[in-house]
């Protein structure tokens, strides 16, 4: 294989990697600042008793973020040169932005976070929790600020081959990063609400009755509270988004529909729940399909026009192996959006007949079953996300601007780009093994409920 | 401000950065280096404990310095781990099994991770080494691209520099563990520190006098004026302070503060190495004026992250005061 291809797999596969990491660190970080605060408010004891049992595994996240997102930003400079030196201009300002203010803040009070409890005052120490959450969360703003100008080159213009700022407040806020970054938070919380919630729903089905049970169903609760909110904003945001790449990247929604020609005016065009490409790509083999679903999707409106892959050079689309991923990308995600949302619902149907009290709740073995499943869908959901926006970004770094096999390093060999691919994901699959084993024992070793209050 | 300024800024920024992160995560990365040195458990115990908080904040030094070359260099950035892509994935190895492990040591307590995080500081020194001497022997460029080859790197100055740097962070490290109140030292930790610190001084010596031979410029830096005559000065001031470092070893005096005097020769070469290169930022070829990024990024920088750097500063002094010397409880 080509550098190019593996320097391609190579930041995928670590992108992919690191993602489901700071998305846990966000979202836990939330529902650690929720309980401080309650507890601090009502000094019920029992917030205090959340906020430590899920720090533990909070830390183990944030080191795992932290260590999987540096050879990201290196392979910037290794793999990606001529993109990191023609674009620098941008990204190398808005990465130093979120380093210096985001992660140094983060990093620093985490040292509080972790080590204060008796050395700082507890308000200091809920600031401190609340800074790590704003921290992280300001960290996801500058990179999907620096990825949405990816999507949507603003407030620049080329010199030299190089691409020079022009406008900051433009290029900053561009039409797609308010709006990404939102669906990128509401990632972060709803998956993660999900996983606690699962944990949670696991340990109450194999827990006997007891004050560790009533913790979990405390947990399980919390999260249902949180989570009716943020489900169905996220699906909300999702179309949002979606309106974005539907304006200023044809090329792309084209594609993560397989929708082939544009549709002609007073027909509406039909939106695909399966489909294939044919032989010779330029339509689908078969499609199942509901008419007007596409243009009432995108343009809010019955006959809207959807321009099709059609209407672009191949040189100047993602292609059909590309099409077909961000296809059915998108599906899992929306589908598992929409899962989400009934799952909630289901849950506060019982939550309203009284089904959640310290009595009953066990016994809703079907239910709690359907929260343990959804430990892992979230990040799933996400991850099919992000491969739609990068994938169906191609064959540009820089939409339009910048190619991507124009972007890779120089003299690079094969065998340089595919061991450190190799040594990379053999590391990051040893730390989600560790992971995986480090957090079973906390949540199986359960909370502490007996150590003294701070 | 002028171009010529800005770039003269952020110049000075980085370095500063960069000084803070060697003279603050140096001790750091020694002191893991020596967790690999057989010696009793309960040392061993205090050296992981001796980490505790601060070493994240110390390590964001690094993160920092990087990121604003990328954004006030982005030649810099994209060319230098363009040439130096081994090197740069060792220390990147290094960085990230350094992380994971500590912590995954804090959370379970088994001496794998004890063992990796060892290997990781080692892993991320040699790293370390190899980039600096790639860097200073000089990168080949062609229209403003990379075009040497993936083994520029491996020469003798960077083998060297390399060995220097790994014994010099040993020193770092050892007086910095001598440095804390609880730690007691062992009959033989002085002659242990002293064959460290000659090893470190003969390769950096070594290094530096084949410099000249791979890059011509530091030629000129040694016999031109003004810059030799600052060198000169900066290489007496080492030499006074590794006399007062070699005397308070020998009579066995002020050995806790030995850690002040092994960061002042760091910080001290550290400068003399930026003396020797400026203006050049990829030595001989790019100065900081040709590699800088437009005027209003480095100005839009200069107000987004110029007013932060004091604040991260102030914050690392308050967490060490909060921690004071031993490290936390858990």
């Given at each position: 294989?080509?550098?190019?291809?593996?320097?391609?797999?190579?930041?995928?596969?670590?992108?992919?990697f690191?993602?489901?990491?700071?998305?846990?660190?966000i979202g836990?970080?939330?529902?650690?600042?929720?309980?401080?605060?309650?507890?601090?408010?009502?000094?019920?004891?029992?917030?205090y008793?959340?906020?430590?049992f899920?720090?533990?595994?909070?830390v183990?996240?944030?080191?795992?973020?932290?260590?999987s997102?540096?050879?990201?930003s290196?392979?910037?400079?290794?793999?990606?040169?001529?993109?990191?030196?023609?674009?620098?201009?941008?990204?190398?300002?808005?990465?130093?932005f979120?380093?210096?203010?985001?992660?140094a803040?983060?990093?620093?009070?985490?040292?509080?976070?972790?080590?204060?409890?008796?050395?700082?005052?507890?308000?200091?120490?809920?600031f401190?929790?609340?800074?790590?959450?704003?921290?992280?969360?300001?960290?996801?703003?500058?990179?999907m600020?620096?990825?949405?100008?990816?999507?949507v080159?603003?407030?620049?213009?080329?010199?030299?081959?190089?691409?020079?700022?022009?406008?900051?407040?433009?290029?900053?806020?561009?039409?797609d990063s308010?709006?990404?970054?939102?669906?990128?938070m509401?990632?972060?919380v709803?998956?993660?609400?999900?996983?606690i919630?699962?944990?949670?729903?696991?340990?109450?089905?194999?827990?006997?009755?007891?004050?560790?049970r009533?913790?979990?169903?405390?947990?399980?609760?919390y999260?249902?509270?949180?989570?009716?909110?943020v489900?169905?904003?996220?699906?909300?945001i999702g179309?949002?988004?979606?309106?974005?790449?539907?304006q200023?990247?044809?090329?792309?929604?084209?594609a993560?529909?397989?929708?082939?020609?544009?549709?002609?005016?007073?027909?509406g065009?039909a939106?695909?729940?399966?489909?294939?490409?044919?032989?010779?790509?330029?339509?689908?083999?078969?499609?199942?399909?509901?008419?007007?679903?596409?243009?009432?999707?995108?343009?809010?409106?019955?006959?809207?026009?959807?321009?099709?892959?059609?209407?672009?050079?191949?040189?100047?689309?993602?292609?059909?192996?590309?099409?077909?991923?961000?296809f059915?990308?998108?599906?899992?995600?929306?589908?598992?959006?929409f899962?989400?949302?009934?799952?909630?619902?289901?849950?506060?149907?019982?939550?309203?007949k009284?089904?959640?009290s310290?009595?009953r709740?066990?016994?809703?073995?079907?239910?709690?079953?359907?929260?343990?499943?959804?430990?892992?869908?979230?990040?799933?959901?996400?991850?099919?996300?992000?491969?739609?926006?990068?994938?169906?970004?191609?064959?540009?770094?820089?939409?339009?601007?910048?190619?991507?096999?124009?972007?890779?390093?120089?003299?690079?060999?094969?065998?340089e780009?595919?061991?450190?691919?190799l040594?990379?994901?053999?590391?990051?699959?040893?730390?989600?093994?560790?992971?995986?084993y480090?957090?079973?024992?906390?949540?199986?070793?359960?909370?502490?409920l007996v150590?003294?209050?701070? | 401000?002028?171009?010529?300024?800005?770039?003269?800024?952020w110049?000075?920024?980085?370095?500063?950065?960069?000084?803070?992160?060697?003279?603050?995560?140096?001790?750091?990365?020694?002191?893991?280096?020596?967790?690999?040195?057989?010696?009793?458990?309960?040392?061993r115990?205090?050296?992981?404990?001796?980490?505790g908080p601060?070493?994240?904040?110390?390590?964001?030094?690094?993160?920092?310095?990087a990121?604003?070359?990328?954004?006030a260099?982005?030649?810099?950035?994209?060319?230098?781990?363009?040439?130096?892509?081994?090197?740069?994935?060792?220390?990147?190895?290094?960085?990230?099994?350094?992380?994971a492990?500590?912590?995954?040591?804090?959370?379970?307590?088994q001496?794998?991770?004890?063992?990796?995080?060892?290997?990781a500081?080692?892993?991320?020194?040699?790293?370390?080494?190899?980039?600096?001497?790639?860097?200073?022997?000089?990168?080949?460029?062609?229209?403003?691209?990379?075009?040497?080859?993936?083994?520029?790197?491996?020469t003798?100055?960077?083998?060297?520099?390399?060995?220097?740097?790994?014994?010099g962070?040993?020193?770092?490290?050892?007086?910095?563990l001598?440095?804390?109140?609880?730690?007691?030292?062992?009959p033989?930790?002085l002659?242990?520190?002293?064959?460290?610190?000659?090893?470190?001084?003969?390769?950096?010596?070594?290094?530096?006098?084949?410099?000249p031979?791979?890059?011509?410029l530091?030629?000129d830096?040694w016999?031109?004026?003004p810059?030799?005559?600052?060198?000169y000065?900066i290489?007496?001031?080492?030499?006074?302070v590794?006399?007062?470092?070699?005397?308070?070893?020998?009579?066995?005096?002020?050995?806790?503060?030995?850690y002040?005097?092994?960061?002042?020769?760091?910080?001290?070469?550290?400068v003399?190495?930026i003396?020797?290169?400026?203006?050049?930022?990829?030595p001989?070829?790019?100065?900081?004026?040709?590699?800088?990024?437009?005027?209003?990024?480095?100005?839009?920088?200069?107000?987004?992250?110029?007013?932060?750097?004091?604040?991260?500063l102030?914050?690392?002094?308050?967490?060490?005061r909060?921690f004071?010397q031993?490290?936390?409880?858990?």
């Amino acid at each position: 294989m080509s550098p190019l291809i593996l320097s391609r797999i190579q930041f995928g596969d670590t992108a992919a990697f690191h993602i489901l990491w700071p998305v846990m660190s966000i979202g836990i970080a939330l529902y650690m600042v929720v309980m401080e605060s309650m507890w601090l408010y009502t000094k019920e004891e029992s917030y205090y008793r959340q906020l430590r049992f899920w720090t533990k595994i909070f830390v183990l996240t944030f080191a795992i973020g932290t260590a999987s997102g540096l050879p990201l930003s290196l392979e910037f400079g290794t793999n990606w040169s001529q993109f990191a030196q023609a674009a620098g201009d941008f990204m190398g300002n808005i990465l130093g932005f979120e380093t210096t203010i985001a992660f140094a803040l983060e990093s620093a009070f985490l040292a509080i976070l972790i080590f204060g409890w008796k050395r700082v005052h507890p308000l200091m120490h809920l600031f401190s929790t609340f800074m790590v959450f704003i921290g992280a969360s300001i960290s996801a703003f500058w990179i999907m600020v620096a990825n949405s100008w990816m999507q949507v080159p603003e407030g620049i213009t080329v010199q030299n081959g190089l691409i020079v700022v022009t406008n900051y407040s433009q290029a900053i806020f561009n039409p797609d990063s308010v709006v990404s970054f939102m669906h990128m938070m509401g990632a972060c919380v709803e998956s993660s609400l999900f996983l606690i919630g699962g944990i949670a729903a696991w340990q109450l089905l194999t827990t006997e009755a007891g004050p560790v049970r009533d913790f979990f169903r405390q947990t399980l609760v919390y999260c249902l509270a949180i989570a009716l909110f943020v489900a169905p904003l996220q699906v909300v945001i999702g179309d949002m988004s979606g309106l974005v790449v539907a304006q200023y990247q044809p090329e792309k929604l084209a594609a993560l529909e397989l929708q082939w020609d544009t549709n002609a005016p007073g027909e509406g065009a039909a939106w695909d729940v399966v489909a294939w490409p044919n032989s010779t790509n330029n339509g689908n083999a078969f499609a199942v399909s509901i008419p007007n679903g596409l243009s009432l999707l995108t343009t809010h409106s019955m006959e809207g026009t959807v321009q099709g892959l059609n209407d672009f050079q191949a040189s100047d689309r993602p292609s059909e192996m590309e099409a077909v991923i961000t296809f059915y990308g998108f599906r899992l995600m929306m589908v598992i959006g929409f899962l989400l949302v009934a799952l909630a619902l289901w849950s506060i149907v019982l939550w309203w007949k009284g089904g959640l009290s310290s009595e009953r709740i066990a016994r809703h073995r079907a239910w709690l079953r359907c929260w343990v499943a959804s430990i892992p869908l979230g990040f799933i959901a996400t991850e099919a996300g992000w491969m739609v926006r990068e994938i169906g970004r191609q064959p540009w770094t820089v939409y339009h601007l910048m190619r991507t096999a124009d972007s890779v390093s120089i003299g690079l060999t094969s065998y340089e780009v595919g061991t450190t691919t190799l040594v990379v994901t053999a590391a990051y699959l040893v730390f989600a093994g560790v992971f995986i084993y480090l957090s079973y024992r906390i949540v199986r070793s359960g909370p502490d409920l007996v150590s003294p209050l701070p | 401000m002028t171009p010529t300024l800005l770039a003269q800024i952020w110049f000075a920024i980085i370095c500063l950065e960069a000084a803070l992160y060697v003279v603050l995560d140096g001790g750091n990365l020694g002191i893991g280096m020596l967790s690999l040195v057989p010696q009793p458990e309960h040392e061993r115990e205090t050296i992981m404990r001796a980490f505790g908080p601060m070493w994240d904040a110390n390590e964001t030094w690094l993160l920092i310095a990087a990121a604003t070359t990328y954004g006030a260099f982005p030649m810099v950035y994209s060319i230098a781990l363009n040439a130096l892509y081994i090197p740069a994935f060792v220390f990147g190895v290094g960085l990230v099994l350094r992380v994971a492990s500590y912590e995954f040591y804090c959370s379970s307590g088994q001496r794998l991770w004890r063992f990796l995080f060892g290997v990781a500081s080692l892993l991320a020194v040699v790293g370390q080494g190899f980039l600096l001497g790639g860097f200073i022997s000089g990168i080949s460029i062609a229209n403003g691209h990379f075009a040497g080859g993936p083994l520029d790197w491996a020469t003798p100055v960077t083998a060297l520099f390399t060995l220097g740097i790994v014994f010099g962070y040993l020193v770092l490290g050892y007086t910095r563990l001598i440095n804390f109140a609880s730690y007691e030292l062992s009959p033989n930790a002085l002659l242990q520190l002293s064959s460290a610190t000659v090893i470190a001084a003969c390769a950096l010596i070594a290094g530096a006098l084949l410099l000249p031979h791979a890059n011509y410029l530091y030629f000129d830096r040694w016999t031109v004026l003004p810059s030799a005559y600052i060198l000169y000065v900066i290489a007496a001031c080492i030499a006074i302070v590794c006399a007062a470092f070699a005397y308070n070893v020998l009579t066995k005096t002020h050995v806790r503060e030995l850690y002040y005097l092994s960061m002042a020769i760091f910080a001290l070469g550290f400068v003399g190495m930026i003396v020797g290169v400026y203006p050049y930022i990829l030595p001989p070829n790019v100065t900081i004026f040709e590699a800088a990024s437009s005027p209003a990024t480095q100005v839009f920088m200069l107000w987004g992250i110029g007013p932060i750097l004091p604040i991260v500063l102030v914050y690392n002094y308050y967490i060490r005061r909060i921690f004071r010397q031993d490290g936390p409880e858990y």
